[in-house]
C-alpha cells in the first residue's frame, strides 16, 4: 500500500522542477496522478515515463480549470488532493517594477491558486474530503526585497490558505501552504546567482533539492497529516530561524 494509494491527484506546474518531483513521487506511493503545465513536451514525456496523466493548464483560465476538473471526476470518480505549484519569479525592486509585470506574478501564483481551490473544493467535498497544498515561499513570511511583486504574491497565498482552511474544514477539506526557502530547480537558475552566494547564510549550508520539497507535500497530501490544516510548512534549511 502506498502512502497515496488510489488517491486522485493534480499538480499544476507539473512538467518540471518541484511539481515534476512531486508527480514522480506521488506516483510511486500509489497516487493517480494528474499532471498539468504550459509546458506540454516535458510534462507529456513525464506522463508518458509514469504512465500518468498530463493535460495543458494555464492556471489562469478558469474555463480551463472548469472542463479539467470534470474529466479527472468522470475519469477517476473524483479528486483527493491538488497541489497548487505552479508559479513564476521576476525580479524587481518596487520603484522598478512595471504594472504588466506585478499583474502577470499575481496572476499565475495568486490568482491561479484561487482559482484552483475554488474549482477543487467542491468536488473534494462532493467525494467526501480531501488536501489541497499551496506553494507559497519563504518570500511569503518575510520582506523580500528585490522581488516585490513575487513576495506580494506569495503573502497572498499564505493569506487565502487561511481563509480557506477555515470556511472547508467542517466540509473534510484541509488546507496547508508550504514554504520553500532555495530549492534546486530551474526557477533558482534563474535567479543567477551562484548557489554558494544564495546559501552562505542558510543554517544548513546547502540549497535544497525538489525531492525534500516533494517529501512534505506527500505528507501533507496523505492521511498522516490529517490533524493539520491552515499551517505553514517551511522548508529552508533553518533561514527562517536566524
Ligand atoms: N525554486 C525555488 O527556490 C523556490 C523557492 C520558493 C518557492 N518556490 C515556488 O515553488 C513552485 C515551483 O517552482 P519550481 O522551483 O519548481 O520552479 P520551475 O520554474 O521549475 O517550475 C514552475 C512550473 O510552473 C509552470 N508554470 C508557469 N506559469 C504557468 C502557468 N501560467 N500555468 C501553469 N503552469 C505554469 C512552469 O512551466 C514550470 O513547469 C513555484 O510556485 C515557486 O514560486 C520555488
Known amino acids: 500500500m502506498g502512502r497515496l494509494q488510489d488517491k486522485v491527484c493534480l ?16 506516483h510511486a506511493e500509489g497516487g493517480k496522478v494528474w499532471i498539468t503545465d504550459v509546458l506540454d513536451p516535458e510534462g507529456q514525456a513525464l506522463a508518458d515515463e509514469l504512465g500518468a496523466q498530463y493535460r495543458h493548464l494555464d492556471v489562469r483560465e478558469e474555463d480551463a480549470w472548469g472542463s479539467l476538473l470534470l474529466e479527472i471526476v468522470e475519469a477517476d470518480g ?5 497541489i497548487n505549484n505552479a508559479g513564476i519569479f521576476r525580479s524587481n ?15 499565475i501564483n495568486c490568482t491561479g491558486v484561487f482559482l484552483g481551490m475554488r ?16 506553494i507559497s515561499s519563504l518570500a ?15 503573502w497572498a497565498v499564505r493569506g487565502m490558505t487561511k481563509a480557506a482552511s477555515v470556511e472547508l474544514a467542517r466540509k473534510g477539506v484541509r488546507v496547508n501552504s508550504i514554504h520553500p526557502g532555495l530549492i534546486e530547480t530551474p526557477m533558482a537558475d534563474e535567479l543567477g546567482v551562484s548557489p554558494e552566494r ?7 549550508g546547502r540549497i535544497a533539492s525538489a525531492d525534500e ?20 510548512f517551511i522548508i529552508d534549511g533553518g533561514l527562517n530561524a536566524l
Open 11 to 26: 499538480i499544476t506546474g507539473g512538467a518540471r522542477g518541484q511539481g515534476a518531483a512531486e508527480a514522480r513521487l506521488f
Open 78 to 82: 473524483g479528486l483527493d488532493v491538488l
Open 93 to 107: 525592486r518596487l520603484v522598478d517594477t512595471p504594472t504588466d509585470e506585478f499583474q502577470l506574478v499575481m496572476d
Open 119 to 134: 474549482t477543487a473544493a467542491p468536488a473534494m467535498i462532493a467525494s467526501g474530503g480531501g488536501s489541497i497544498v499551496n
Open 140 to 154: 511569503g513570511l518575510r520582506g523580500s526585497a528585490g522581488a516585490l511583486a513575487y513576495g506580494t504574491s506569495k
Open 198 to 204: 544564495l546559501t552562505r547564510r542558510t543554517p544548513l
Open 213 to 232: 520539497v516533494a517529501n512534505m507535500a506527500l505528507f501533507l497530501s496523505s492521511d498522516e497529516s490529517s490533524y493539520s490544516t491552515g499551517s505553514e
